[in-house]
């Protein structure tokens, strides 16, 4: 058994010196299977739970939606669409806004999937993920749970005479 351990062993050296020497790196699968080979025992993947297949690695992504001095006339609104596939996970809106002008420097900003920004154009009562109301300045932290795509809206509309400016920092955050 101790010489057919020694055998297996020179073999495996014979195989990888000249694997390292050429800077070529044996796969963690041929590894295992030669060090089981040798030990007789079964040995297991990191991160793989012996299952045999390992998870993909996730990255986080940040994504521009917008960064800019916006000026939104009175009556009116600017809108920003934002696509949230089925692979993105973890997947928010934040960032940070500020208005300037009219009699009290307010804006409404507003975050809404497809129907939402469909009926809110049309004039009609919606459920938001994020409503700012009438103020000044404010911070969004959404988190969008479904895929598709959302609507991040800058509004003018309840002035009738003065336009907004509005500084705008706002990005999408999601890991794939």
């Not at 939104?72 to 089925?86: D, K, L, M, Q």
């Not at 009290?104 to 154009?121: E, H, K, P, Q, Y």
């Not at 938001?128 to 959404?142: E, F, M, P, Q, R």
């Not at 991040?152 to 309840?158: D, I």
Request: hydrophobic share 35%; aromatic share 8%.
């Amino acid at each position: 058994m101790l010489k057919r351990l020694t055998i297996l062993a020179l073999l495996l050296v014979a195989l990888l010196i000249p694997l390292v020497a050429c800077k070529v790196q044996v796969p963690e699968k041929l590894a295992n299977v030669l060090a089981e080979k040798i030990s007789g025992k079964k040995t297991e993947q990191a991160g793989q739970g012996g299952s045999g297949q390992q998870e993909p690695a996730t990255q986080a992504y940040t994504r521009d939606i917008v960064h800019d001095d916006v000026t939104v006339n009175a009556g009116e609104y600017h809108y920003y669409s934002v696509t949230v596939t089925p692979r993105m996970k973890d997947v928010t809106i934040t960032g940070h806004f500020t208005a300037r002008g009219g009699l009290a420097n307010s804006i409404v900003v507003l975050v809404l999937d497809s129907d939402g920004f469909t009926n809110w154009s049309n004039n009609h009562d919606v459920s938001a993920y994020y409503n700012s109301g009438k103020t000044t300045t404010g911070t969004l932290n959404v988190h969008m749970r479904e895929p598709g795509t959302y609507y991040l809206v800058v509004s003018n509309r309840f002035s009738t005479v003065l336009p907004r400016h509005v500084q705008t920092d706002m990005v999408l955050n999601y890991k794939q």
